[in-house]
């Protein structure tokens, strides 16, 4: 009886290529290795060009995915940006100043930035711009209003997971507060946003808007004592960023009195 002599078929060298990039997690080089290799037989490049084209791929994806997954962790939502932003408009904001917060020096340095101002007037944008730029810059950010970070931190009360949820607003490396101050805060609220602001001090930056200025904060907190306490952590080494002017939104003013600058 004649004996099967057929050899199994040599494997396949670009099969082991790409199944040792999916092994070694390089999920981007198995998907582009076919057409890098394909490239390669027609242009001939060193087997130096070759690795860098190879691993810049598997870098630049990997960047892009990091920043993704950031993006939607910020919850920053649509950012505008601050092109074609009307610096002219806000006689007291120094677009100096905020292109140069835009490079993220004060995070690197745990400093709070406050915007200041009117309703209408772009603080939200300006804030959300230079957190978003702070994402660019690998930092982990977390945008919230503060209505909604005080009403989950008073029901993590109730399910007993206030240290996780208070955790939550402590880690990120900028904290963005919204519409700060819109209403009274209670003395539950005033404690939370005390142990918040006292636990970033130094550790972190909060961007933080608020449609009124310090002169009025006194009477959103039930104690003037705690009230001083808040605002000096914030204000130390904070960069204020005043806005003033006319509001973008031109809002009809219902009762008749002039909406004036705080």
Same mark, same amino acid.
């Given at each position: ?6 050899? +199994? ?12 990039? #999916?092994?070694? =997690? $390089? ?9 890098? $290799?394909? +490239? ?18 598997? #870098? ?61 007037? !772009? ?12 994402? $660019?810059? =690998? ?33 990120? =490396? ?29 550790? !972190?930056?909060? #961007?933080?808007?608020?449609? +009124? ?16 306490? +808040? ?13 003033? !002017? ?7 003013? #219902?009762? !008749?009195?002039?909406?004036? =600058?705080?």
């Amino acid at each position: 009886m004649a004996r099967n002599t057929r050899r +199994t078929p040599a494997p396949n060298p670009t099969d082991e290529l790409i199944q040792l990039a #999916i092994d070694l =997690d $390089l999920t981007t080089l198995a998907q582009t290795l076919p057409a890098l $290799l394909e +490239t390669a037989e027609t242009h001939s490049p060193s087997f130096t060009d070759f690795g860098l084209e190879m691993f810049r791929a598997e #870098i630049i994806a990997r960047k892009t995915r990091r920043l993704e997954r950031s993006l939607k962790r910020s919850r920053l939502g649509l950012v505008e940006g601050l092109e074609g932003y009307d610096f002219s408009a806000r006689p007291k904001l120094d677009a100096r100043v905020v292109r140069e917060l835009l490079g993220c020096r004060f995070v690197a340095e745990h400093r709070n930035i406050l915007c200041l101002g009117r309703a209408g007037l !772009g603080k939200t944008r300006v804030a959300k711009a230079i957190a978003h730029a702070a994402c $660019l810059a =690998d930092y982990s950010v977390l945008h919230v209003l503060a209505a909604d970070m005080i009403e989950e931190l008073h029901a993590s009360h109730a399910d007993q997971t206030f240290k996780r949820a208070f955790r939550r607003y402590v880690k990120p =490396d900028v904290l963005l507060v919204d519409e700060f101050g819109y209403e009274p805060f209670t003395s539950e609220a005033t404690n939370y946003l005390f142990r918040l602001v006292s636990a970033r001090h130094k550790q !972190g930056s909060i #961007i933080l808007t608020a449609n +009124t200025g310090f002169s009025k904060w006194k009477s959103l907190f039930p104690s003037e004592a705690t009230a001083v306490a +808040t605002v000096d952590r914030l204000v130390d080494s904070a960069t204020i960023l005043r806005f003033t !002017g006319k509001s973008f939104r031109q809002p009809r003013n #219902i009762v !008749g009195a002039p909406l004036e =600058d705080d």
